[in-house]
């Protein structure tokens, strides 16, 4: 696609649920992250992979959270027994390689009610 | 720990005015210093960046001013326009490893009137 595409665009959860949310990256990008953004702040980074490889987890909260991306191309971030301090707006973001800028998807806005 | 801030919080600046936003880091292994931009609902969009070997880059009306001594940054933007009204992320990584991880300012919210 033109862009990173991310689903859903909006999504609201109860407490204790599980969520899935996921991530197309510009095709043929090798290098896909996770952010997570609440509102007024900036970016915060929860993950990085290359190609299928998770590279780096360092960011993810707890273990709650986890992400995979098992072809190289779209990733799937879960969020496990959800809490209402998750809610906040997740961005994927991709790019060719490490020398190149970002380009980040429209996000997914998550409300754990 | 924050490693990057940005200031000012909030910016309002008359149309042609120069917009100034700042930001200073502390972790004198990052390398490399974008800016990103970010309209209401969209995503951040990377605007210009700069690396700590040069002290200045230009494009457009967009400039990096890089000072690596006072471990500052700052983006101006010339003859501001009431498209620019947006909100502004400084940004600094390290690239280790063969990636980008980027750790970004608070943003600074720019608001150019005509």
């Known amino acids: 696609g033109a862009g990173v595409s991310q689903s859903p665009r909006y999504k609201v959860t109860k407490r204790g649920q599980d969520v899935a949310l996921r991530c197309d990256p510009i095709s043929g990008h090798v290098s896909l992250y996770w952010y997570r953004q609440a509102l007024g702040q900036g970016p915060e980074f929860l993950t990085y992979?290359?190609?299928?490889?998770?590279?780096?987890k360092s960011g993810l909260p707890n273990d709650r959270f986890s992400a995979e991306r098992p072809e190289g191309s779209i990733s799937t971030l879960t969020i496990q027994r959800t809490e209402q301090r998750d809610s906040a707006m997740y961005r994927c973001?991709?790019?060719?390689?490490?020398?190149?800028?970002?380009?980040f998807g429209s996000g997914t806005r998550l409300t754990v009610v | 720990q924050q490693q990057v801030k940005q200031s000012p919080q909030s910016l309002i600046v008359q149309k042609g005015g120069i917009s100034i936003i700042n930001c200073a880091y502390e972790n004198t292994a990052f390398d490399y210093f974008p800016w990103y931009q970010q309209f209401p609902g969209k995503g951040p969009a990377l605007l210009i960046a700069i690396r700590p070997d040069v002290s200045e880059k230009k494009e457009g009306r967009f400039t990096i001013s890089f000072n690596k001594s006072a471990k500052q940054f700052s983006l101006h933007i010339m003859d501001s326009q009431p498209g620019d009204s947006a909100t502004y992320f400084c940004a600094a990584s390290k690239r280790t490893g063969g990636y980008n991880k980027l750790i970004f300012g608070a943003g600074t919210r720019l608001a150019v009137h005509p």
């Open positions: 992979f290359n190609y299928e490889a998770q590279q780096d």
């Open positions: 973001a991709s790019s060719p390689d490490s020398n190149y800028g970002y380009t």
